[in-house]
Each structure stands twice: as structure tokens, then as C-alpha cells.
């Protein structure tokens, strides 16, 4: 199994140093909207405490940033859960760590569900090398399902004094702290992914601002595949763009926004679908060991299967 201190990891290769910065994204400017706040002086961390989110509070405590949730603003924050912040691996639960992320989820301007447009990108207060990371925001089979930065929503709007409160069952973790997903897949064991996207002529494609979601099988999923296919893809460009595109679906698809028997076209033209979910989500039969990597244009799964077109079997 893999750890997910492996985000520590990204870009450690030499290679990243060589590659392109990411690119400035397009951001919604913050907007005031019909929301009435509360006066009864109830900031959103009263809110919280009404929530009963208690990780939260006590997190926001721990790492001394309660003046950025209680400033005037007016702001959105999402709240997770305190079962949420369970779930969250223990590499993240070090207060740095945590304090980058709480940061993450303070949002400038109001964004009530009402405004809320898939794809559509919210500047947070977490500042890296002098840019504001983007939440990124989808909506999912009809309205049911509307996450920020992979992390469903579950209850919207609720009025603070100085913002409102988006309630989550996910904490947003995983940041887009890597840039693209053309940068994002140069991970010690995806280097077969980050090889292909290049020799495939697709690393430009996922550099830029067009939200792609990319399930990238593990280097060990590679040695696995028969000798045959191995023998039709080395030193043949057009068999790894062909290959590297049946991993590729446009749009932005976390895992908390599947359901089984959703399906996806790949930029190849082929299907892959949701097997099942049992707490674990499979695709085609891969597993997602490290699912949901968001990227400024999109979003990353590991995999444990390469998806073979049928032609290069
Ligand atoms: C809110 O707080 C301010 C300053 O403490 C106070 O002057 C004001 O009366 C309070 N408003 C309400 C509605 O409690
Ligand atoms: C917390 O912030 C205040 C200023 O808002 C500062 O005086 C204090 O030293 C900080 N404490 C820690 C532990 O960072
Ligand atoms: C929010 O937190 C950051 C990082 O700790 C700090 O630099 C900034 O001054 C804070 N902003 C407000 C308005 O408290
Ligand atoms: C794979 O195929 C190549 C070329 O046909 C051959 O030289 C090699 O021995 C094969 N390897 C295995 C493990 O079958
Ligand atoms: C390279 O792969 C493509 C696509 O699979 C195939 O059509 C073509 O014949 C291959 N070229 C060579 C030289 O094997
Ligand atoms: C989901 O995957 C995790 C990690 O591989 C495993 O521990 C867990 O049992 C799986 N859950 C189900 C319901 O299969």
C-alpha cells in the first residue's frame, strides 16, 4: 500500500524543476449575492460550535488562526465534519499541515449554492509562492451531488455574521499544491504516466487551464501488462498516445461524485465505468489506491490497472 505522503513526494523528481510553471487560473470574482447575513454577532466558528464540529474548533484553536475565521469578510468557509478529519490520513494531521489546509477552506465573498457552477473555481486564503489556490467546484448527477475540491457538501448556506457555511462530509485535502496534472503525474511510481504524457505529445494538453480527469496506473501496473502490448508500445508514439488517451476523460470527476454504473468516454473514444462502490470505488476493475489528487485543471486517481485499448492487446 501506498502512503500518502507520496503528495510530499511529487515533484522531487529532477524533471519537475524543468517543467513549465503552472498557469495562472481563472478565478470568479468574489460576489456579493442575495444572502442576508445574521446580525446576532454569530461569526462562523459559533457556527461551527452549533454544527458540532469540535475537530474543526479545535484545530482553528490549535493553530491560532481564529481571527481569519472571524473577521468581518463576509467569506465562505466550509466546515468538515469531525468525522471527516478521522478519515484524513495521519501525514496530514500534523498542525502544518492542518493549518494550510483550515486555510484552504476559508473562501473570499459569499458563494451560496445558487451561484455555485460546475467547474467553477473559488479563490481560498492558502497563499503558495504568492498565489491563492483554487477550491474547485462540481456538481454531479443532476444537483444531487455538489463537491468542493472532491468534498461533498451536505448542508449549504448557513448564515454567520460574517459569511456563510458550507458543511462537509470530506475534509479538502490533496491540494492542488503540484500544479497541472502534466506536472501532478511526476510521482516516483507513475513514471510510466509522466513518460507517456510526453512521448505521447499530451503533457501540453494537461498543462493548460481545461479540467481533465486523469486515472494514472501505478509503474508496478505497467510491469504487469502482457509482453505483447509492451512490445507494440515501445518506440511507437502513436500507440502510447492512444494508450495515455484511454486514461484521459474531459471534465473534472472526484470519486465522492461517482456512482456505480456511471461511465465515462476517454479521450480515445473508449468506455470505462464505475464497478462498485463499497466504500472503495473501482473503475474497469482498477482499484483507486490514491484517489482524488486535485490539480489546477482537474483531478488525479492512481489506479492498479492499465486500461489496454482493445487494439493493442
Ligand atoms: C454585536 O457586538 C457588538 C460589539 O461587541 C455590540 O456593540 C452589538 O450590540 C452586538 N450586536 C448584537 C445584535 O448582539
Ligand atoms: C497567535 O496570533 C497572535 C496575533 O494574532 C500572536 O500574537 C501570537 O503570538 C500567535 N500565537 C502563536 C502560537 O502563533
Ligand atoms: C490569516 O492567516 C494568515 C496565515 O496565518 C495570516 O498571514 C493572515 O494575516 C490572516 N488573515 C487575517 C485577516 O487574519
Ligand atoms: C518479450 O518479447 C521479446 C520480443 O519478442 C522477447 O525478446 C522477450 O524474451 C520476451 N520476454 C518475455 C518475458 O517473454
Ligand atoms: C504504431 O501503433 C499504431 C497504433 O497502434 C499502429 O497503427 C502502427 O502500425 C504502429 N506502427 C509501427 C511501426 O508498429
Ligand atoms: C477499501 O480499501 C481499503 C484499503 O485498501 C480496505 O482496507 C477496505 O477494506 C476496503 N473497503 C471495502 C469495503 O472493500
Do not use: W
Amino acid at each position: 500500500m501506498f502512503s500518502c505522503s507520496l503528495k510530499y513526494m511529487l515533484c522531487a523528481s529532477i524533471l519537475c524543476a524543468f517543467l513549465p510553471k503552472p498557469f495562472n487560473s481563472l478565478t470568479l470574482s468574489p460576489r456579493k449575492d442575495d444572502i442576508t447575513l445574521t446580525n446576532d454577532n454569530a461569526s462562523v466558528l459559533e457556527i461551527a460550535e452549533k454544527l458540532g464540529a469540535t475537530t474543526f474548533l479545535d484545530y482553528v484553536h490549535k493553530t491560532n488562526l481564529t481571527k481569519n475565521f472571524t473577521r468581518p469578510g463576509p467569506l465562505t468557509v466550509f466546515i468538515p465534519s469531525n468525522q471527516a478529519f478521522e478519515e484524513i490520513p495521519d501525514e496530514e494531521k500534523d498542525l502544518s499541515v492542518i493549518k494550510t489546509l483550515l486555510l484552504y477552506h476559508i473562501i473570499h465573498g459569499l458563494h451560496p449554492k445558487s451561484t455555485i457552477k460546475n467547474e467553477a473555481k473559488l479563490k481560498s486564503e492558502y497563499k503558495m509562492e504568492d498565489k491563492y489556490l483554487d477550491v474547485r467546484m462540481n456538481i454531479y448527477h443532476n444537483g444531487q451531488i455538489i463537491t468542493a475540491s472532491g468534498s461533498p457538501i451536505v448542508n449549504f448556506d448557513i448564515k454567520a455574521s460574517n459569511g456563510i457555511v458550507h458543511f462537509l462530509s470530506r475534509v479538502m485535502y490533496l491540494l492542488p499544491e503540484s500544479g497541472t496534472l502534466a506536472q501532478q503525474a511526476y510521482t516516483p511510481i507513475t513514471r510510466y504516466v509522466a513518460y507517456g504524457l510526453m512521448d505521447g505529445g499530451l503533457a501540453e494538453k494537461l498543462n493548460k487551464k481545461e479540467p481533465y480527469t486523469l486515472f494514472a496506473p501505478t509503474d508496478l501496473a505497467f510491469e504487469q501488462l502482457p509482453n505483447k502490448t509492451m512490445q507494440i508500445l515501445i518506440g511507437n508514439k502513436t500507440a502510447i498516445r492512444r494508450l495515455m488517451e484511454n486514461h484521459i476523460v474531459s471534465g473534472t470527476y472526484f470519486t465522492k461524485g461517482m456512482r456505480e454504473k456511471d461511465k465515462f468516454t476517454t479521450l480515445l473514444g473508449e468506455t470505462i465505468q464505475v464497478d462498485s462502490i463499497k466504500g472503495n470505488v473501482t473503475i474497469s476493475g482498477a482499484l483507486l489506491p490514491l484517489p482524488d489528487f486535485t490539480a489546477t485543471n482537474g483531478v488525479m486517481h492512481l489506479t492498479t490497472k492499465v486500461f489496454v485499448p482493445p487494439d493493442l492487446f
